[in-house]
């Protein structure tokens, strides 16, 4: 007798493995990968920001800009193939949307942490600092890797379960490194000498820890999709 986990994962599976649903698959997992390339490219600009590379910064700030522009229209052509789909409910066609909106939204905290690095060019990090900020970056890249994974193995129940669990790891990482740098806030301010430049990174922190924290949730949704009865 299957037992109900493998049913279900028999059900999402041949759903969305059918000929008609074949298109949400694919952009399902284009999404995915558009925002682990936001999560790269946030990587780089943290580098060259605190490497004192202003160029290759500036580069690095586009071409997340253009990433970032691309998820959102791969959000909007989900919404109109989900929208016309068969789905099995409409309890699961909301979730399946609120995955990928809650994806596309830690993608945009990535995008916007990256937008006010910029503005702290002229203020370099001490470099114990910088290497908080580096490792925050590593979540968000692997935060968004695992998602990937997890999309392209939907089929799999246990694997996503398993994926799920390492993001909830993640996020605890990133909660830890937001507390260290805030911690460290007054004399970050002394290096900087500008209580301005403190604002503008604590902006950063709070948009790496909202990627993460959204992150997170998107991948809930979609643990919960594959567990659902």
């Not at 969305?16 to 936001?38: D, F, P, T, W, Y």
């Not at 099995?88 to 995955?99: A, G, S, V």
């Not at 694997?159 to 507390?179: A, H, N, P, R, T």
Request: glycine share 4%.
């Amino acid at each position: 007798m299957i037992d109900h986990i493998e049913l279900l994962v028999s059900v999402i599976s041949s759903y969305l493995s059918s000929r008609k649903q074949r298109n949400i698959a694919a952009l399902l997992s284009q999404h995915a990968g558009r925002c682990k390339a936001v999560g790269y490219t946030l990587q780089k600009i943290i580098k060259s920001w605190l490497d004192g590379k202003e160029e290759e910064l500036a580069i690095n700030k586009e071409i997340i800009h253009s990433e970032e522009k691309s998820a959102d229209n791969l959000e909007k052509q989900l919404v109109v193939e989900v929208a016309k789909s068969e789905l099995p409910d409409n309890k699961f066609q909301e979730d399946l949307l609120n995955f990928v909106r809650m994806l596309d939204s830690s993608a945009g905290g990535a995008k916007r942490a990256a937008t006010n690095i910029l503005l702290l060019m002229k203020y370099p990090l001490p470099d114990r600092y910088g290497e908080i900020v580096i490792k925050a970056g590593e979540v968000i890249v692997e935060m968004f890797t695992l998602i990937e994974k997890a999309v392209k193995n939907i089929h799999k129940s246990p694997d996503v379960i398993e994926l799920g669990m390492q993001v909830d790891k993640l996020e605890d990482k990133m909660d830890s490194y937001y507390k260290q740098l805030k911690e460290s806030y007054f004399e970050i301010e002394k290096s900087f000498n500008s209580s301005a430049a403190l604002i503008i990174l604590d902006h950063v922190c709070r948009d790496l820890e909202y990627s993460a924290d959204t992150g997170e949730d998107a991948m809930d949704i979609l643990v919960e999709l594959v567990q659902r009865k």
